[in-house]
């Protein structure tokens, strides 16, 4: 399950236990490794990344059981979305509880029943297991999942291009917000992948727009955010303003070149 940080969940099920079943440990490791979702970020999953963190889980949380109790789990884990690794904060296992007598059916909790919080983006595995040599029953295995508030994670270059490998969002119905790089709508159709400003056009793989500049406050016309993208912001495509010391210069010059240019500038905005 695909979770972002802030999610919560819980997990229960409930087991017994009669004695007779082989060891399934490496059936269990290919299955996970087998259902990790395809792409660049899990490319690597098939080549030992997740199964080794999948591996270390199985063979330090499923110890020897006590006595006349078989060796039968409910198991959580949470591997990092960017390196699958195992998370020792979210990580855990219950074991069946001993069944005497008339006995029936156990509930078992993870974490005593408690919400669990999930601390960063990764994938959550919640499973049943059973590595002993007798028939164990699990039923009624129930999982809920509380999004929490972060549902899409971007990162940047500083020309505006996304870091898809790094980027995440959330998968449970959540739509992907078109808006991106200084909160303008980013337009892919046709594989365009340009920024829609307002005014104008950017194009976040060259840092350059697709019109010049209506406002004149550089050499040249197309280049964006004056070629200094960490503290430049263009609100609507007309004008860059400077966060910073060079706010005051940066209006300066531009109210010069508009002032200067300013029958130029007129016929832009009449087009």
């Known amino acids: 399950m695909k979770v972002m940080s802030g999610d919560k969940f819980k997990a229960a099920v409930r087991g017994w236990y009669l004695p007779g079943t082989p060891a399934i440990l490496q059936q269990v490791l290919n299955a996970f490794v087998a259902a990790l979702p395809g792409g660049s970020k899990i490319g690597a999953a098939q080549g030992g990344l997740a199964s080794g963190a999948i591996g270390s889980f199985l063979s330090s949380h499923q110890t020897t059981p006590p006595a006349n109790r078989p060796k039968a789990y409910l198991n959580w884990m949470l591997l990092d979305e960017q390196q699958l690794k195992l998370d020792v904060a979210i990580q855990g296992s219950v074991l069946v509880p001993a069944i005497t007598g008339t006995t029936q059916a156990q509930l078992m909790q993870a974490a005593g029943g408690a919400e669990i919080t999930i601390p960063k983006n990764g994938y959550l595995f919640i499973f049943i297991s059973n590595e002993s040599q007798g028939s164990v029953y699990f039923d009624d295995l129930t999982i809920q999942h509380t999004p929490g508030n972060l ?22 119905g959540h739509v992907r917000s078109r808006l991106g790089y200084q909160g303008q709508e980013h337009e892919n159709t046709f594989a365009l992948n340009l920024n ?8 976040p793989q060259t840092g350059r727009w ?53 029958d130029q500038i007129k016929m832009e905005y009449a087009k």
Not at 151 to 172: Q, V
Not at 196 to 203: I, L, N, T, V, W
């Open 196 to 203: 829609e400003f307002e005014a104008r056009h950017y194009d």
């Open 210 to 262: 697709m019109v010049p500049d209506p406002a004149l406050q550089f050499p040249s016309p197309y280049v964006g955010m004056g070629n200094q993208w960490v503290s430049g912001v263009d609100p609507d495509g007309r004008a860059v303003l400077f966060v910073g010391a060079k706010l005051v210069g940066a209006l300066i010059g531009g109210i010069a070149n508009m002032i200067a240019n300013k």
């Open 151 to 172: 549902l899409e994670e971007h990162y940047y270059y500083p020309t505006g291009l996304e870091m898809f490998a790094l980027s995440s969002s959330a998968t449970n």
